[in-house]
């Protein structure tokens, strides 16, 4: 596609309920990330991805969260018996990695979780 | 380990008025500076970006940001506004030795007052 995409925009869960959600990357992009963002806050980072591969998952809050990519395209982030803290906005970016940092990161619009 | 701090959590400006808005880091390696535009209801937008070279980027939008490696500073400006600036910006920095982990700002939401 176009841009980056992500599903669904929105997710109400309950606390203790399992959600997935998913990211359409743009085609041929080989760099996936993942953040989270607080209300007021900055995205913090979450995971990466370099095609199917978890290069680095250090940003993830606890072992209730887990992604992943296995076809090096889609990406999915699952969080399990989600509670109350978990409620942010959820930001998936993709890539094209280059030599020399700075590589310019597109994002999607969001996944706004809420937990009640 | 850096950070990135972006001191004004809101910025009203009269439409057409110039407007700063600030950006410090810290980090004890070089770092890679960027800031990004959120507009409401849509995803995060690269502004400009600064590698290496000149210390005045421009960007899109007739955003303009300056490098400063003394004061640790990228602050982003532009000579007058319009209503449709209206966003959250949002600072961040990306250390040189890693292709892509962006440490963010809180952000800074420019308020265009007609």
């Not at chain 1, 900055?42 to 887990?66: I, M, V, W």
């Not at chain 1, 018996?81 to 978990?86: A, G, V």
């Not at chain 2, 990135?4 to 959590?9: A, F, I, M, R």
């Amino acid at each position: 596609g176009a841009g980056v995409s992500q599903s669904p925009r929105y997710k109400v869960a309950k606390r203790g309920q399992d959600v997935a959600l998913r990211c359409d990357p743009i085609s041929g992009h080989v760099s996936l990330f993942w953040y989270q963002q607080a209300l007021g806050q900055g995205p913090e980072f979450l995971t990466y991805f370099q095609n199917e591969a978890q290069l680095d998952k250090s940003g993830l809050p606890s072992d209730r969260f887990f992604a992943e990519r296995p076809e090096g395209s889609v990406s999915t982030l699952k969080i399990q018996r989600t509670q109350q803290e978990d409620s942010a906005v959820y930001l998936c970016a993709s890539s094209q990695p280059k030599r020399q940092g700075g590589t310019e990161a597109f994002f999607g619009q969001g996944t706004r979780l809420t937990v009640v | 380990a850096q950070s990135v701090t972006q001191l004004d959590s809101q910025v009203p400006v009269f439409e057409e008025a110039p407007v700063e808005l600030r950006c410090n880091y810290s980090s004890s390696v070089s770092v890679y500076l960027f800031w990004y535009v959120q507009y409401p209801n849509q995803g995060l937008q690269l502004l400009l970006k600064y590698l290496s070279g000149s210390t005045l980027v421009k960007g899109i939008n007739g955003f303009e940001a300056e490098f400063n490696k003394s004061q640790t500073s990228f602050h982003l400006r532009k000579p007058s506004v319009h209503i449709s600036d209206t966003a959250e910006y949002f600072c961040a920095v990306c250390p040189s030795d890693s292709n892509y982990q962006l440490i963010w700002g809180a952000g800074t939401k420019l308020i265009i007052k007609p």
